[in-house]
Structures are given as C-alpha cells and as structure tokens.
C-alpha cells in the first residue's frame, strides 16, 4: 500500500483555469452508490435483488451511469456487472490474499510518489475513482483517512526534480481525471516545469466508464504540452466500449494523445480467448493498442475473480495462436522488489 496519499487533492493553482460547471460532473454526481439503486436500474425484481445483495466489505459501490448503460438488463452474468457489484464471495478469506500485495510501502520515498523502475515514477494524483472496481489492488487503500496538503504536492514534485533520472511522469491514483480541469492542468504545469521529464502518462479508467469526462479542454491542454502525452486507458471487456468510448479516445487521438489499454484477467468477466479477442480487435478498432494483461493481484476479498498462472499463459497463447502479433497484451503480473513488471510468455 501506498501509506500517502490524497483525497481531494489541492491544487497548486486555482488562479488560471476557471471553468464552467461541467457535465461529466453532474453525471459522476448522479453515479449509483449503491448495489440497490444499481440493480433497480437493471430492472432486477425485489425478490432478484434479495439474492444478489451481499456486504460490501467496506469497499463502497460506485458505478456511472455511462457504464451501466452498457450492461445487458436483469442478467446477474453480466461482464462489466460483475465488476461493480459486491458479492458475497467477497467474505471469502485466503492467507494468500491480503491488503498490501505489492508491498508499494517501501517504494514510497515521499508521500504521493512510487518510484520503483528506473526512468519513471508514479505520481498518486487524485485519492478517488469515479468507478469502484471490485477487483482493485487498492481497494483497502485508506484515501479518506489521507488527505495531501498543498505543501505535499510540493514535496512530491522536489522530489522529482531531485532525480534527473526520471524522464516521465505517471499519473495515478485513484483516478488522475477524476480531479477537475483546473487541478489536473495546474499539475501538468507544474510537471512540465521540471526540465528532464519528458512524457507525461496518464493512467485513467475515466474514458471508459466517464467519456464525457474527454472534454475538449483537457485534449487541447494536453495538445499544448511540451510533454509527449501517453494515456493508458482501462477496459476489461468489448462490452465497455461503445460508441460513446470510441468518440472519447478519437477526440484524444485527434490532439496527438497516444492511447494504449491494460485490462486485469478476471475470472467470470474476460478468462476467455473470445472475450480477449474481441476486446483486442475493439480496442485497435478505436484507436487503442493493447499494452498489458495483468494476472490478478492476491488482493483480500477477490479470490473470486482469481485465475491461475498457467490458465492465463494458456488463454494467451491461444490469442497468440489466431490474432495479429500487435493485438495480443503483454501478460504482467507485479510483484515487489522486481526491475519491472514480471513478464509471462504464453504457453
Ligand atoms: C506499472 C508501474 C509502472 C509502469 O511500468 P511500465 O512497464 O513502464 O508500464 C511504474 N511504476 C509503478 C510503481 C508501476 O506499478
Ligand atoms: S478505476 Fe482503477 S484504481 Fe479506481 S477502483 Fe477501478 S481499478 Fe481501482
């Protein structure tokens, strides 16, 4: 776990940026926040939703409408369903599962910053998402108890500047887009102000889930930039990108935003070769290249969405056996104390 880190972060400068109240805003105001109002929404009957509805191990249910759009109605299979809504089979404890896997403590120099491979370094940027996935790594993460300070901010970036090695910039969180225009911008500002950085990367679920949150603003601001700007977006299944996804990652596109995906192998969601395929072909489809599938992390309350090592290299090699070289995700896993992420070969 990241000890450190930000609920609402403040900005290092309202001044600049003022802006009118934004429609993602409302939509991410009106979002479900509970399995109830989800399920309703769904068209599930009383007696369906009886059934369904579990404890939700004090990870909070969070899901815009944007997303749920998307879902089938009154199917409790359904692919992106399944990865909001709490489940009894959260209560399920393994020794093995566990609040902190990737012991990001000791890779925390300063507070809002995880720099652990060479060459780049993470910046914890926002403390909140504006989806909670039921299979998150930081779902046990205490963002609210943690709130960092403006003079926090300042730490993170001193150090920054401190290590001339760091060449780009992460920004994570929680979810980066879900600070707003004027607290995203006055960062960016603050980063391209540091000379030896020179690509921003932007980790973010919000163009999948929030499309709306693509605003023309941030693409232009993000065209503007003397950084190189990457976005790896975050789709776990076909399903999640409709139409209105698709406008979101052309728009980006358009303002010379590289987009690549990372999805997480979920078992019941994506553990197929057809559900990968056809999220790969989607993805290129829309202008997204796929980048990683990551093996599940041995996080406490997701033993159900857990698929074995060798399952996964052999859901690989499949795709491998029958699509384009381009279109088949590197299989990661992350693991603490490693030079970079661990790479499987399908097999
Ligand atoms: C995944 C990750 C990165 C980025 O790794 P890439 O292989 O460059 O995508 C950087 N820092 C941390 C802590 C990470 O977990
Ligand atoms: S958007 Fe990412 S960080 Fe946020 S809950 Fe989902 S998986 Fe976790």
Known sequence: MIPQSTAQVEPLSLIKYTS???????????????????????GFSNAQQKALLADDQG????????????????????????????????????????????????????????????GRALLIAAGHCAINCRYCFRRHYPYNEQKLARTQWQQSLSYIEQHPDIEEIILSGGDPLALTDPQLFSLIEAIEGIAHIKRLRIH????????????LELCQRLERSRLTCVMVVHANHANELAADVAQACDRLHQHKVKLLNQSVLLAQVNDNLTSLKHLSERLFEIGVMPYYLHLPDHVAGTTHFFVSLARSQSIVAQMQ???????????????PGKLSKTLYSPR
């Open 20 to 42: 009118l109240p934004e429609d993602w805003r409302t939509q991410l105001r009106e979002a479900y926040r509970t399995p109830q109002a989800l399920l309703t929404a769904l």
């Open 59 to 118: 990870f909070t249910t969070l899901v815009p409408k944007a997303f749920v759009q998307k879902m089938q109605p009154q199917d409790p299979k359904d692919p992106l369903l399944l990865q909001v809504l709490p489940q009894s089979l959260e209560a399920i404890h393994h020794p093995e599962f566990n609040n902190d896997p990737l012991q990001e403590a000791q890779f925390n120099p300063v507070p809002g910053v995880v720099h652990k491979y060479k």
């Open 204 to 215: 973010s679920r919000l163009p999948i889930v929030l499309p709306q949150r693509i605003t």
């Open 321 to 335: 056996a029958c699509m384009s070289g381009y279109l088949v995700p590197k299989l990661v896993r992350e693991e």
